[in-house]
């Protein structure tokens, strides 16, 4: 079976030249903005927060450390994919394992149970209850 050039064939070839031909375009011009940005930066620093760090890092590492090499980029890729790193360490920490034991009422609860309780020393358990929970706060 042979393969035959169709019209379609050579349309799509050139779509895609443009498409890439464009992506090139943007991608210079980028670079052109960085270098721009270091020239005005000159020996400061850029400090970045933590959500822009965590955003670069996310990027940085879907493009790899050889790439980053090859591109313009405003912090070294050490740097960046290190951000990474300690974004994956703080993830698996286990600092936000839930700790044993029964989960803390909220203070607001604490106080209107405690109100309640000295407004009417008559009522008991349930029938606080059934007040918080016209109040919609929800107690076992």
């Known amino acids: 079976m042979s393969f035959l050039l169709q019209p379609w064939h050579i ?13 090139q375009e943007i ?12 020239k005005q930066l000159g ?15 996310m990027k940085a590492h ?7 090499r090859e591109i ?11 951000w990474h790193r300690e974004l994956v360490a703080k993830k698996f920490d286990s600092s936000d394992k839930r ?4 989960p803390r009422i909220r203070q607001v609860i604490v106080d ?3 109100r309640f309780a000295r407004e009417n020393p008559s009522w008991g358990y349930d029938r606080i209850q059934g007040a ?4 919609k706060y929800h107690i076992s």
């Not at 799509?12 to 030249?17: D, I, R, T």
């Not at 879907?62 to 980053?68: D, I, M, N, T, Y």
């Not at 313009?72 to 290190?82: A, E, N, Q, Y």
């Not at 700790?99 to 029964?102: L, M």
């Open 43 to 57: 020996k400061k620093r850029l400090l970045l927060d933590d959500d822009q760090r965590r955003l670069l890092a």
């Open 132 to 135: 918080l929970k016209n109040l």
């Open 112 to 114: 209107a149970i405690v």
């Open 62 to 68: 879907a493009v790899g450390r050889k790439a980053l």
């Open 27 to 38: 991608i210079e011009f980028q670079n052109a903005q960085i270098e721009a940005l270091l």
């Open 72 to 82: 313009t980029t405003l912090f070294t890729p050490d740097t960046i994919l290190r």
């Open 99 to 102: 700790k044993p034991g029964r």
């Open 11 to 23: 349309m799509l070839a050139a779509l895609c030249g443009l498409v890439n031909q464009r992506q």
